[in-house]
């Protein structure tokens, strides 16, 4: 196992439940990237209820609250305690290539050999900033969401926050709070809100099945696979955190930004549109929820059926921003696995892990867990370890054909 | 979305589309296509272009036949008005990519069309061309596409077909993001 995040750890503990001898190698401490790549205040998307392992529930008082990021911390923290995972922690993984063995695993603490490797290194190692990012003006500080911890480490004056999915709007929105004013790039997003009749969103699509649909039943898995984080964010108010409330808070919504010549970055027209789809696809999934309802005979025990309001964009959007204008930049553009140190022939010409619902078929014995629709909906999320940990590990033992039955 | 007894048929092959995508994401070389055009001057403000061939799936390819197309500037601008202006031009190409976008998207999604119908407009000050203003651009200063759509889907459905038809438009794409352009003199 490579990485002691939840996903690792959950595959940690099933293996251990069919007594396969493994070891769990973590670069830092357990959750790691929890602890030094997320900003302050950030919350879990995900209520408290729907925070669950293998062998671990939520069992705080808050179930409809959302974790802070020391209580994800402590929470996968009592995870490894809790499935006692035999853990190598501050062991950095340096090099992966296959050998006659299997796999060779050399790490900074020593070499490894097994006929099996499990990748739980999670998919947000290096932001993903658009090569176009190099034209930004010298005098302009560019920042990752990897490097944001709070409004506080910006110069002051005037932010361009690029991208409005969750990591977008939630720091616009703190930024834009702090006094420094924010101009939202906006892309292709996924609006939802936070509650609705009464419920989380997350109920909703858990309870609906939406969550657990599977990367062989959706019509469109490179889609599935790369839909935006939704807009949505942690707060104890619940609150529904849209472009709309941005809107309303002063922030400035602004088109994509297609292209930077000579200082200026060039802005899509098709902002419009995007709102418009945004939207249209939140209708759907809430006609979606209705249905559901009344064909569960649910209708009194719920809130009433609602509409929220279409997306206001002002009416001759800007086509270009003068950068200088700005004293920092956020890259919000989403985030890409690290394998800069997998040396095996399982890439593709973007760099990405060919696989197949996790099961590295080009490299028998090589798994992957935890990335967006890996297995299902839900893979990306705390709660959908679970399954594709199941699902990989019967895979896993079936191939190394070892293990008792559990 | 509509459930019929007949089969949807908008005249598109889908499965053809959703088959190439597949085949190119495996061979990505091959989907890279270049289309051309020629023209040439007639006379005043008027040119006559021709398109016949384009590169692509690794390969030259023809078009059945070779289409042309006359653009001249109309007689308010002391022009022969030969045929539309470029800009014109520009316009049919949107509102084409559009409708075809509208109709695939509708098969896919097993949404019968009966009628499509797309006006439209798109604004421009010419104190840009005629430089009479220097802040004044060239290009259209706004672009406004009306569809009246007859489809056995409901209002919702249908705004959501226009709405992913822009999304993946080539000249919704060209026109509402910046493009590198280079123009040489042999």
Known sequence: MIGAGHAGLAVSHFLSLRSIDHVVVERGEVANTWRTERWDSLRLLTPNWQSRLPALEYDGDDPDGYMTMPEVIGFIDTYAKVVDAPLRTHTTVKSLRPNDDGYEVVTDDGTWSSPSVVLATGGFNLANIPSIAEAVPGSVETVTPLDYRTPDQLPEGDVLVVGASATGIQIAEEVHASGRPVTLSVGEHVRLPRVYRGKDIMWWLDRTGVLDERYDEVDDLVRARNIPSPQLVGTPERRTLDLNALTDQGVRLVGRVAGIVDGKAQLSGSLRNLCNLADLKMGRLLGTIDDWVLDNGMEGEVGTSHRFAPTRVEESPPLSLDLSFFSSVIWATGFRPDYSWLHARVLDRKGRLRHDAGVVTEAPGLYRIGLNMLRRRKSSFIHGAEDDARDLTDHLVAYVGVGAPV | ?186
């Open chain 2, 1 to 186: 979305m509509t459930t019929t007894d007949t089969p949807v048929n908008n005249g598109v092959n889908v499965q053809a589309l959703l088959d190439a995508r597949t085949a190119l994401v495996d061979a990505p070389e091959a989907a890279q296509f270049t289309w051309k055009a020629s023209t040439e001057w007639v006379g005043g403000t008027h040119s006559h272009s021709e398109v016949t061939e384009f590169f692509g799936l690794g390969g030259d390819q023809t078009h059945r036949t070779t289409f042309s197309f006359d653009a001249d500037h109309p007689e308010v601008f002391a022009s022969e008005d030969n045929g539309a202006t470029p800009v014109e031009y520009v316009l049919v190409g949107l509102a084409s990519c559009l409708t075809a976008g509208v109709a695939a998207v509708a098969q896919n999604r097993g949404i019968q069309l009966n009628s499509v119908k797309a006006t439209i407009e798109g604004d421009m000050d010419v104190l840009g061309i005629l430089g009479g203003d220097p802040e004044v651009r060239n290009g259209f200063n706004d672009i406004k596409v009306k569809y009246d759509i007859d489809a056995d889907a409901s209002q919702e459905d249908i705004e959501a077909l226009v709405a992913q038809s822009q999304k993946r438009s080539a000249v919704f794409d060209v026109i509402t993001n910046p493009t590198n352009v280079t123009v040489e003199v042999n």
